[in-house]
């Protein structure tokens, strides 16, 4: 009877010692990676916070892992050789998943982009929600998720569209021809010096990019602020149309005339509705 309240005592310890490991271990692993975490933004980027913040939580996890075994009674040496075998299996059959390790060493080290940025990739865009080993998480605009593999990010061109705290606005506007260049680019630069949101330094500027089939071709190069971007060039756009009104300055549409000759007026064409005539039956003599 004594020997089994021993043995009953002795596992009911073993049961305590686990839980407390389990709870107290993993309470104590959380806590230092978050504080880590907020030492290193502080210092470095939340980037470099989040990745020391992974590397601890592993760190720890492992260790845990490693004395609720012990705690347990299992053979860690032969569960460590079994385990070396195992690996030799998975990282065969794991080869994108080492490569998507490799690469998104390659972006930590290399930075292109960090979280909160603003990136393009192919057809996606999207704001940077995450940088992790194996991939990147995006948010696009019309708030799905996106996971895009490390491995692609590095073989792929990929555009940072808020690195620069300032970003240019191109509006593309076409004018008729009838109308006189230097009037219509004072009235786009006026538009952009009196946005209260747009630069004045770099100051707004009119380029005339081409001759179209029924336009002058322009473009209003403007700049703001990254983080008011949308805004200005909206607010630009609207006031355009606006001014363009009020000054009487067309903004033309594709127009397709027919001519008889080179040098004749334009040739009179007449739509007939064949299908509402009817044929007059034949009179008698």
Known sequence: ???LLELIRGHFYIVLKIFALLIIGSALTIWLSRMAARSVRKKFSAQQGLIVSKIILYIGSSLILISLLRE??????ALLGAAGVV?????FAAQT??????????LILEKP???????????????????????????????KFMRI???????????????????????KVGVAYREKIGRVREILVDIAQKEPLCLNEPEPMVVVTGFGNSSVDLFLLAWAVKTDWLTVKNRIMEEIKVRFDEEYIEIPFPHVSLYAGSATSAFPVEIVNQGSRKKKPARDN
């Not at 690996?87 to 990282?91: F, L, P, Q, V």
């Open 1 to 3: 009877m004594n020997e």
């Open 72 to 77: 347990m009674g299992f053979n860690l040496t």
């Open 87 to 91: 690996g030799i299996a998975i990282g």
């Open 97 to 106: 998943s080492v490569s998507n390790i490799i690469s998104g060493f390659f």
């Open 113 to 143: 982009f960090e979280i909160d940025d603003v990136i393009s990739v192919g057809e996606a865009t999207g704001v940077v929600l995450s940088i992790d080993m194996l991939s990147v998480k995006l948010r696009t605009f019309d708030n």
């Open 149 to 171: 593999p490390n491995e692609t990010l590095i073989k792929s061109e990929v555009t940072n569209i808020t690195r620069f705290p300032i970003r240019r606005i191109d509006i």
